[in-house]
């Protein structure tokens, strides 16, 4: 500030000065980031050599950043506020690493990185430098519970972070860009769900600085009047802040946030004393400054300042050029430098001073490093809610019908850390004995007959699987736990999503300070091979293709064959931490095999022979069965049946897997079975029949290091689908018993002649089952009604 002001506002002279110097630092910090490699503190004159020779970085967006920062540590000191700051345009991290060593915070993490002259050069070094850190607001940077990277989740991640947590505040920064994304123009509906008297706060400000990379952006161009509508019409109280002039919009920041403090108070004494539950209008903050803010105004006689082109290095070729060179310098100390750094290259004291202390630092809050605040569940025995299987395939039960009154227990006894998230399919996949105990989070209006509406609901059903990734996203790395239950086929509507957290995961391993985080737990049914109510459209399994391509340590994908193998199964992942684990069940009655305590030592194993099934006990096998899924594992028992009844002279094993990751070598994956115990059951040369629920290739991208993988013939979902029957379904992509059964006559060797009468009564079977469906409409008894009768010992399960 080069002279004093008459603009009037909250701020004493002294106190716009101050902040003023800190936004000044922060943005000297940034630049520095993007462009020096030494002569930090610029004590000599700048020459080529201290510029880096790769220019990368963000300093569009960054100004804004650091004005909001600096404007909500004030506030923050002031109320003693318990706040983190999401980071929409993420491609700031220059900007969020500068407050990050300002607060101190940076430097207690990296201590080689200190607050002094040297550190400084390190910081500036290491930004966008090969070994160095990330150009965005990663997984390093303290307090960054949000990339940033891939463009839309900031908002959703704010909302996961606030639930459940009452007294947190969450400054979400948008990017005017990120807003146009889908899951972003989404996410401002996320208030409906939001309970002001159980949950915490979400501060949303729009960062409208016109554009993008290349273009202006769509809220900035459609006038002021309808942005302002389109806000209150998600139920937000607009405020706006707007100019470029520093000390007014200072002033004006100021005000605006203490107005939008003061109502968010309001909101929550209303709510949490007065037991008002009615729908708030919360504030949201408009802030339109210029992009690339007190940057160069014009670079080769173009503008720079407040247009697109200051998205990312405004000032190229600096090294080659002088005149930029010169150019870049200017800017650098317009700053000021040598009035914000002592001689030490430390923050002068009237800097470190405005900062919050320890904790209150949103670079330090501990809910921002989620594992720091994360408590166990207490779970409910899981065995308490077995499905009482006498014999193998009795009784008929749905498996999700099973879990869903464990799940209500654990809603129960975890009223503050789980919740379960949905698109509106809760119910419909057969969990709705969660209902028994709360209801839907809804804040919103409510009618006669609604099922299950309440604000106090710990079920987050939204029909928007965007939504529901993220707010669990914000929520796990905030330090609780879930579940998100969908559609098997539209779970791939978050498959970024999904990348995006893999990487986080996998990052955050590596990085001591950051806490492991509960795993994210998907439990996909409604899945490929029961679509009777649907058809082709809601038939894909191609999520476990896409997830087996993720780090190895950080993917899951378990196939439990019936209910009490899927109880034992949840039970594992929500105890597990730091992983995505996909669990893909049944919802329809369905038969059940093993009792719990076969199930928990299945599920144990991950994958192995069942004994009771088999016929080669003592023996070479001629034939391997294998199955992985509950429709398969149904096939392939009812195809070991009829070899059993047909060739009874043939050994068969039947091999069924839960854990998906134990097919790949122990080399490739933490669960991957020893090859010797990998051949000593799939054996070394005999013919193996995998009946598979998802596309077959995953089955030979996992195995085709195993010794037998030429003798692996696999059978799966081959893009074959229609509104029909279940049984319709499998033939028609070649996985029904019948089919196994011709496959194991095709495949082992001498049988193709000796077992031609069995293979022809296969294919008349086929026929049989086909023509009945299209008489009656339904599938035939012989399907239908099939049980598994052969006598076993039940010891042997
Ligand atoms: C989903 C997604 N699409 C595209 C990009 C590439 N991208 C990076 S920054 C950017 C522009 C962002 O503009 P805005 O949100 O307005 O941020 P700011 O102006 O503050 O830099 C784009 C398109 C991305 N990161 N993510
Ligand atoms: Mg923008």
Not at 543 to 565: C, G, M, Q, S, W
Not at 616 to 633: H, K, N, S
Not at 686 to 713: C, D, E, S, V
Request: hydrophobic share 40%; aromatic share 8%; proline share 7%.
């Amino acid at each position: 500030m080069d002279t004093a002001l008459d603009v009037h506002g909250p701020l004493t002279e002294d106190e716009l000065r101050r902040l003023d110097a800190y936004w000044r630092a922060a943005n000297y910090l940034t630049v520095g980031q993007i462009y020096l490699l030494d002569n930090p503190l610029l004590h000599e004159p700048l020459a080529p050599e201290h510029v880096k020779p790769r220019l990368l970085g963000h300093w569009g967006t960054s100004p804004g950043l650091n004005l909001l920062y600096a404007h909500l540590n004030r506030t923050i000191t002031q109320r003693d506020l318990d706040a983190i700051f999401v980071t929409g345009p993420g491609h700031g991290g220059p900007a969020i690493v500068a407050n990050t060593w300002l607060e101190g915070t940076y430097s207690e993490l990296y201590p080689s990185v200190g607050r002094d002259e040297t550190g400084m050069a390190r910081l500036f070094r290491q930004f966008s430098f090969p070994g160095g850190i990330p150009s965005h607001v990663a997984p390093e940077v303290p307090g960054s519970i949000h990339e940033g990277g891939e463009l839309g989740y900031s908002l959703m991640h704010a909302y996961g972070a606030a639930f459940d947590n009452p007294d947190l505040l969450v400054a979400c920064v948008i990017g005017d860009g990120e807003a146009e994304t889908g899951p972003l123009a989404a996410s401002w509906l996320s208030n409906v769900f939001l309970n002001p008297a159980r949950d915490g706060v979400v501060l949303p400000i729009l960062h409208l600085n016109g554009y993008k990379i290349a273009s202006p952006t769509v809220l900035d161009r459609i006038g002021h009047d309808d942005l302002m509508s389109m806000l209150r019409g998600f139920g937000y109280e607009p405020l706006v802040v707007d100019g470029d002039e520093p000390e007014r919009v200072h002033q004006e920041l100021a005000a605006t946030l203490d107005r939008a403090l003061d109502t968010i108070a309001a909101i929550q004494r209303r709510a949490r004393v007065d037991g008002n539950t009615d729908r708030p209008r919360w504030p949201a903050i408009v802030l339109r400054t210029p992009k690339g803010w007190t940057g160069p105004r014009e670079v080769d006689g173009k503008r720079v300042e407040g247009t697109f082109r200051a998205h990312q290095v405004p000032i190229n070729e600096v090294r080659d050029n002088p005149a930029h060179l010169a150019e870049l310098e200017r800017w650098l100390r317009s700053y000021r430098p040598e009035e914000l750094f002592d001689a030490t290259g430390a923050p002068v004291t009237e800097l470190t001073e405005l900062a919050p202390c320890g904790d209150r630092r949103m670079s330090a809050n501990p809910h921002a490093n989620g594992g720091m605040v994360l408590r166990d569940l207490v779970l409910p025995d899981f065995r308490d809610y077995a499905v009482d299987v006498g014999r193998p395939g009795e009784p008929m039960a749905g498996a999700t019908g099973a879990l869903g009154g464990w799940v209500r227990d654990v809603i129960s006894a975890n009223p503050d850390r789980f919740r379960l998230f949905g698109p509106d399919e809760v119910a419909s996949n057969r969990l709705g004995a969660a209902f028994e105990v709360t209801d839907r989070a809804f804040v919103g209006a409510t009618e006669t007959g609604d099922d299950h509406l309440s604000p106090d609901g710990r079920v987050m059903e939204v029909l928007s699987e965007h939504l529901c990734q993220g707010w669990l996203e914000g929520y796990l790395l905030t330090g609780r736990h879930g579940i998100f239950t969908s559609y098997e086929a539209f779970i791939h509507v978050v498959d970024s999503m999904l990348n995006q957290h893999a990487k986080w995961l996998k990052t955050t391993r590596g990085i001591p300070w950051r806490r492991p985080v509960a795993s994210l737990n998907y439990l996909l049914s409604s899945h490929v091979w029961r679509q009777d109510h649907n058809g082709f459209s809601h038939q894909d399994p191609g999520f476990i293709d896409h997830v087996a391509n993720k780090k190895a340590e950080v993917v899951r994908v378990y196939l439990p064959p019936d209910a009490n193998t899927l109880l034992s199964t949840m039970d594992h992942c929500l105890r597990s931490r730091h992983y995505i684990n996909v669990v893909v069940a049944g919802k329809q009655p369905a038969p059940n095999w093993l009792p719990m305590d076969a199930a928990i030592q299945h599920c144990r194993r991950g994958l192995g022979i069942w004994q009771w099934a088999s016929t080669d006990e003592g023996q070479e096998p001629d034939v391997v069965l294998a199955c992985a899924g509950d429709v398969p594992t149904l096939e392939t028992l009812a195809a070991a049946d009829l070899l059993h009844r047909h060739l009874p002279e043939l050994k068969v094993r039947v091999v069924n897997v839960v854990d998906l990751m134990r097919l790949q070598p122990a080399s490739e994956h933490p669960h991957g079975l020893p090859d010797r115990d990998f051949d000593t059951i799939f054996t070394r040369d005999k013919q193996i029949i995998f009946a598979y629920h998802g596309y077959p290739w995953l089955i030979h991208r996992l195995t085709y290091r195993r010794t037998n993988h030429g003798n692996l013939h696999v059978r799966g979902y081959k893009e074959e689908g229609t509104t029909t029957t279940p049984f319709d379904m499998v033939m028609l992509n070649d996985l029904d018993r019948f089919h196994l059964v011709i496959d194991v006559i095709d495949r082992v060797p001498g049988l193709a002649v000796r077992a031609a009468h069995l293979r022809q009564a296969m294919v008349d079977a086929r026929q049989e089952c086909r023509d009945h469906t299209r008489r009656y409409g339904e599938d035939h008894p012989m399907v239908a009604e099939w049980r598994w009768v052969r006598e076993t010992d039940p010891t042997n399960r």
